[in-house]
T-cell receptor, first 111, second 111 residues
Framework: NAGVTQTPKFQVLKTGQSMTLQCAQD?????MSWYRQDPGMGLRLIHYSVGAGITDQGEVPNGYNVSRSTTEDFPLRLLSAAPSQTSVYFC??????????FGPGTRLTVL | GESVGLHLPTLSVQEGDNSIINCAYS??????FIWYKQESGKGPQFIIDIRSNMDKRQGQRVTVLLNKTVKHLSLQIAATQPGDSAVYFC??????????WGAGTKLIIKP
């Protein structure tokens, strides 16, 4: 099993550009989530999904969209990038109510 | 969120000594708690978990203690090793499988 994979590992955007961060898991987990982590800080939940076709907002959803068309994939879209979105983004998956498995992260810089 | 604006507290421990990392959680209705370890440049990794109907749980070299009266969680690492250097996060679950993350503690091992 590859576990949770994220692409790209690094990305630089200009203000106003849009992009999609990819996340995939091969463990047949129902629950997937996106977090952002700013330097020296904890993780903040952006959006999450409890199954294909179901998504919901987390703590800091503004400026981000998600969709969950399959169990495996949970892409995160930045609609119009802003410098405040410079961060490290982690995707995680889990079985219902269980331990979350994290991907390696995407380091995003918005100029 | 509780981690906004906070800098990571740091704990320095002599190699071979025991480490105790503390965490105050926020919601008395939380039913599940997890400790994660995050090494530099990597995603968080599961260490140990505990359900709210337990006071103590032991793993390999790690013990988690839960005090529901004062909403306090601690992680004890026995015989701390250089590889234990990381940031440690506690997380609590209280609804919809969402985890609320603490700000983290940076553990530094002195040779």
């Amino acid at each position: 099993n590859a576990g949770v994979t994220q692409t790209p590992k690094f990305q630089v955007l200009k203000t106003g550009q849009s992009m999609t961060l990819q996340c995939a898991q091969d463990m047949n987990h129902e629950y997937m989530s996106w977090y952002r982590q700013d330097p020296g800080m904890g993780l903040r939940l952006i959006h999450y999904s409890v199954g294909a076709g179901i998504t919901d907002q987390g703590e800091v959803p503004n400026g981000y969209n998600v969709s969950r068309s399959t169990t495996e994939d949970f892409p995160l879209r930045l609609l119009s990038a802003a410098p405040s979105q410079t961060s490290v983004y982690f995707c995680a998956s889990s079985l219902r109510g269980g331990e979350q498995f994290f991907g390696p992260g995407t380091r995003l810089t918005v100029l | 969120g509780e981690s906004v604006g906070l800098h990571l507290p740091t704990l320095s421990v002599q190699e071979g000594d025991n480490s105790i990392i503390n965490c105050a959680y926020s919601n008395s209705a939380s039913d599940y708690f997890i400790w994660y370890k995050q090494e530099s440049g990597k995603g968080p990794q599961f260490i140990i978990d505990i359900r709210s109907n337990m006071d103590k749980r032991q793993g390999q070299r790690v013990t988690v203690l839960l005090n529901k009266t004062v909403k306090h969680l601690s992680l004890q690492i026995a015989a701390t090793q250089p590889g234990d250097s990381a940031v440690y996060f506690c997380a609590e679950r209280y609804s919809n499988y969402q985890l609320i993350w603490g700000a983290g503690t940076k553990l530094i091992i002195k040779p």
